[in-house]
């Protein structure tokens, strides 16, 4: 998910008010080459984030570096933490960026969900926020 920083916007609603949170999760493969990321594909996910706000369903969005860039911590006996290089779960895919949004159920979640698998060009995963 090609975005140089985390953005924020003012919901539509205050949390807990007749909408509900969900994750909108872009998947990458192991493997994946940023440079894959045309102009093309910056201009749906612009274009994507727009409606978004437009729509008043966004509450933050951002994109996450490589999962080979990321640290892993894990509790160890006698309340010390281990930190090692990469990400907690092996898998072939990791999250590569998110948007959280605000939406009246997990059909309206779906829709942007659908149009963020075009923009993106990749997997994605949606999920209720508890």
């Given at each position: 998910m090609p975005l140089d920083h985390m953005q924020t916007a003012q919901p539509r609603a205050v949390i807990g008010e007749d909408t509900m949170n969900y994750l909108v999760a872009i998947h990458h493969r192991d493997d994946y080459d940023p440079t894959v990321e045309d102009e093309a594909m910056h201009r749906d996910i612009d274009i994507l984030n727009d409606e978004m706000v437009a729509a008043g369903v966004?509450?933050?969005?951002?994109?996450?570096?490589?999962?080979?860039?990321?640290?892993?911590?894990?509790?160890?006996?006698?309340g010390k933490v281990s930190v090692t290089d990469g990400p907690y779960l092996e898998t072939k895919e990791?999250?590569?960026?998110?948007?959280?949004?605000?939406?009246?159920?997990?059909?309206?979640?779906?829709?942007?969900?659908?149009?963020?698998?075009?923009?993106?060009r990749a997997p994605v995963e949606v999920r209720q926020f508890h």
């Open positions: 966004r509450v933050f969005v951002g994109g996450l570096h490589l999962a080979s860039r990321a640290k892993s911590l894990r509790a160890q006996s006698g990791h999250i590569g960026g998110f948007w959280v949004l605000q939406a009246a159920n997990m059909d309206e979640a779906l829709e942007w969900g659908r149009k963020a698998v075009i923009a993106c």
